[in-house]
């Protein structure tokens, strides 16, 4: 061997250590900035502002090594045959999950991603793909595949209403976005909620067509997305039950949000009646036209391609069938009772219906098809070519009023099996020697609206010869003061007891001002907070800030911000932490109070401490620390145990007999507060 061969040889294996360096020595800024990157216009080519991306999409083969990927690579084989051979969806074109091709194509290049071994080959298939893919399918990837890639743990996704406006904004303030950026003059534009005073639906606007909510929803449904099979790394703990408690919740707030407006709580949707509420969205798609609309008092029609009403009926009739029989069937034909624990998890994923329900054959898929129902009432017959209605994206379903009448209508099949089990016992409620002494809130429970304000930049096309200008929307939300919540809390037990913390809000009357009985309102109850702390033997003093709330995240910073915050950490070599945002699914902590009465709205404040050693699912230190991480009371953890045993809305998820006997019990307290609307902040 000669000297000369020996240098070359060296020379190879440093190359290559660098380039394995450069593979998996990417620091948190730097997937942060790339992940910005690949998301700038999704709708044109990759930017020269990223000109590492850009190489990368033009030079990137993902076939050329596919020692790089987990599966050996036959997700990438597969999708770049569907690619060569113009099998996928073409670009400028609309994207529905609903649609099953449309998805095929999204799952084919998440499959690609998450089978990536190193974050290189992950970006690099990324930026090719985004530019030979429908930029929805494309987004929609992307975003699952960043929530679920061990890669990008510590990734924090932008707000969609940032990364595809067109879907959050309404036709006019986007028109005026173009005319802006045509005419170089920087713009900020106010977006008003859909509808008139003509319409009472429109009084509660503010909660279906927030765009913080609207991320909650799409993102609950990535993070728990109804296709995932666990070989794609892991198995969702109580996803089925997680499913009906996150719509629960949802239709739960949004009652109390129309009782504070004067209005009845919504009413549940029937097949063999007419929709009583129309609607118009004022939206529409970067390509592909209007939104369909709906008028007034339509009544279901069959929507070629998806489902017969009759058939819709079927599956509803044998769900409830199986409630009253207390077993489901599954694929093989055995019985999987419902009546136990884990009921609503099988009842919730049947209704869904997940690729983990029993039996998808017989059961049908009771939530998933019947928004394409919806969905597709503007035009059931295909005579129009419309595309897809509100009800078939869940980042924009919760704008229609039917979205709250559908989940109600499955909310009261999911309260059908909850009053069919046994009342909670003694031994379930108690928490011996544990009493709670008092329970006061610090502060003004106190609503306001304000002025947000979000970039439009994403919404309007690029040209080499019209520079940028900032354009911004801005719309009006609900927001509150801070507040904290104080609970004096007696041990008797002569040690340490660990304690689970569950804090409930529930409406005290309905529209025509009667008193709900404590089983009546049980099931309107808000879940504010869950979380855990250590009771010393004696005197206890808890306090829990709102801010602080695991139903709850904070505002996710805007794609600027983090844009601006991933730059400077990428270029100084600072860690770049943004852990309090990890989380896209949650209430928006702003929405933590419903919005109350002028003159003030009284509510039950529920308190109940439960023995943690019993019901507490992970280590006790960890818990008490960070409650297991943020928004995890309806979002749960990414492939853990959820951290509480107990069923999701105990003890007031169950039939109350008798409530006196509830409310005896010294580790439960209810007060009564109100919650005041300022209409002048």
């Known amino acids: 061997c000669t000297l000369a061969t020996m240098k070359s040889f060296a020379v190879f294996v440093l190359a290559l250590v660098a380039l394995c360096g450069s593979a998996t020595a990417e620091s948190d800024a730097q997937k942060q900035h790339d992940i910005l990157g690949l998301l700038y216009k999704v709708d044109a080519h990759v930017s020269s502002k990223y000109p590492e991306l850009q190489d990368l999409s033009k030079n990137f083969l993902p076939t050329a090594d596919l020692s790089l990927y987990k599966d050996g690579g036959k997700a990438v084989q597969e999708l770049m045959d569907d690619v060569e051979n113009h099998r996928v969806l073409e670009r400028h074109h609309f994207f529905s999950l609903f649609n099953e091709d449309h998805r095929h194509d999204a799952l084919e290049l998440f499959e690609v991603l998450m089978n990536c071994k190193d974050w290189h080959t992950a970006v690099g298939n990324a930026a090719y793909f985004r530019e030979h ?23 924090v996704l932008p707000p969609l209403y940032e990364i595809t406006p067109h879907m959050f904004a309404n036709s006019e303030v986007i028109n005026k ?117 709906r008028p007034d008092n339509v009544n279901f029609q069959d929507v070629d391609g998806v489902a017969r009403i009759r058939d819709m ?54 939530h998933n098809v019947a928004h394409r129902v919806l969905g597709g009432q503007g035009d059931p017959k295909g005579k129009f ?9 869940f980042e924009t379903a919760t704008r229609d009023p039917s979205f709250f009448r559908l989940h109600k ?75 904290d919540l104080e ?39 808000i879940e504010m907070d869950k979380f855990w702390r250590t009771l010393h033997s004696g005197e206890n ?18 794609y600027d911000d983090l844009h601006t915050k991933a730059e400077a950490a990428v270029a100084s070599g600072e860690e770049l932490d943004l852990h309090k945002y990890l989380r896209g699914c949650g209430i928006p902590n702003r929405m933590i109070l419903p919005k109350g009465m002028t003159g003030g709205m009284e509510f039950a404040l529920v308190v109940v401490l439960s023995d943690g050693d019993q019901d507490a699912n992970g280590d006790h230190a960890t818990l008490e620390k960070d409650g297991k991480g943020e928004s995890h009371a309806q979002c749960g953890m990414h492939g853990e145990a959820y951290p509480d045993k107990r069923s999701l809305g105990y003890p007031l998820d169950r039939v109350i007999p008798d409530e006196a006997v509830l409310l005896n019990f010294p580790n439960l307290h209810r007060s009564v507060v109100k919650v005041t609307h300022n209409d002048h902040h």
């Open 133 to 155: 893919m429908n930029e929805g399918a494309f987004v929609y990837a992307l975003y699952v595949a960043v929530i679920h890639s061990p890669l990008s743990s510590h990734v």
């Open 177 to 293: 976005a173009y005319s802006a950026k045509m005419k170089q003059t920087p713009g900020k534009f106010h977006m008003d909620h859909t509808g008139s005073r003509k319409n009472k639906e429109q009084r509660v606007a503010y909660f279906g067509e927030d765009i913080g909510l609207n991320v909650h929803h799409v993102t609950w449904h990535m993070d728990f997305p109804f296709w995932w099979d666990d070989h794609y790394g892991h198995h969702f703990d109580r996803k089925g039950e997680l499913f009906f408690w996150v719509h629960h919740q949802l239709t739960a707030r949004f009652d109390a949000e129309r009782l504070s407006n004067h209005l009845d709580e919504v009413d549940e949707l029937y097949w063999n009646k007419p929709i009583a509420e129309g609607f118009a969205p004022h939206t529409t798609y970067k390509y592909g036209g209007e939104f369909p609309a």
């Open 313 to 366: 009926i079927i599956m509803e009739q044998r769900i409830r069938d199986a409630i009253a029989h207390g077993f489901v069937v599954d694929g093989e034909g055995k019985h999987i009772d419902i009546r136990g624990e884990h009921g609503i998890d099988v009842l919730g994923d049947v209704i869904e219906s997940s690729t983990y329900s029993p039996n998808s054959e017989y059961y049908g898929a009771l």
């Open 385 to 393: 070519n419309m595309p897809p209605g509100v009800m078939e994206h």
């Open 409 to 483: 209508y499955m909310d009261n099949i999911f309260k059908e099996h909850k009053d069919s089990l046994p009342h909670y016992t003694k031994a379930e409620v108690e928490f011996t020697g544990i009493a709670i002494d008092a329970v006061n809130v610090k502060g003004k429970l106190e609503t306001f609206f304000e002025d947000f304000e979000f970039s439009l930049a994403n919404a309007v096309d690029d040209s080499d010869n019209v520079e940028d200008v900032a354009i911004t929307a801005v719309v009006s939300r609900l927001n509150h003061e801070p507040f």
């Open 487 to 525: 609970i004096d809390v007696t041990n008797n037990n002569g040690a340490d007891s660990f304690a689970t913390v569950r804090v409930y809000l529930c409406p005290r009357r309905n529209a025509n001002g009667v008193m709900y009985t404590l089983n009546e309102g049980r099931w309107h109850c």
């Open 541 to 558: 003093h808890i306090v829990r800030h709102s801010a602080d709330a695991s139903t709850t995240t904070p505002d996710i910073p805007s």
